[in-house]
């Protein structure tokens, strides 16, 4: 049987995508990572892992995976993140009334903040 184990980001520069991440979910590294590789880990320990991976490959307008992160109040979050760094994509493909709001990391990777009260 296989599990996934880790979600593999790849990023400009590690270590600010490091902070961005550790701030945006509360996560820390699992063990000290360096300018090419990091594994995040919740700080309580369980959940998935996120990896940030140094990569030169350009930052997909309409990526084929992307992160889905929930949330109970979807505005906070959404201020919170772009007060982290975080922007605001200009998504044209949005769906009538959509759930979720697409941003974009500060290495441009596109992630949605879903409305979990909407579900």
Same mark, same amino acid.
């Given at each position: ?10 990023? =400009? /520069?590690? #270590?600010? $995508?490091? @902070? &961005?991440?550790?701030?945006? +979910?509360?996560?820390? #590294? %699992? =063990? ?16 998935? %892992? +996120? $990896? ?7 930052? !997909? ?9 929930? @949330? /109970? /109040? !979807?505005?906070?979050?959404?201020? %919170? ?11 044209? +493909? ?5 759930? &979720? ?5 500060? /290495?441009?990777?596109? &992630? ?5 009260? %909407?579900?």
């Amino acid at each position: 049987m296989l599990t996934i184990g880790t979600t593999v980001l790849g990023v =400009e /520069d590690v #270590p600010r $995508a490091t @902070a &961005f991440w550790c701030d945006a +979910l509360g996560y820390v #590294p %699992r =063990e000290e990572g360096d300018d090419t590789w990091v594994v995040l880990v919740p700080h309580g320990g369980n959940g998935a %892992r +996120l $990896a940030l991976m140094l990569s030169e490959t350009p930052v !997909q307008e309409r990526p084929r995976i992307h992160l889905d992160l929930y @949330a /109970d /109040d !979807q505005n906070a979050e959404v201020a %919170r993140l772009l007060d982290l760094g975080a922007s605001r994509v200009d998504w044209d +493909l949005y769906p009538e009334d959509p759930d &979720f709001i697409v941003l974009a990391d500060p /290495d441009g990777n596109r &992630f949605c903040v879903v409305d979990v009260a %909407r579900s």
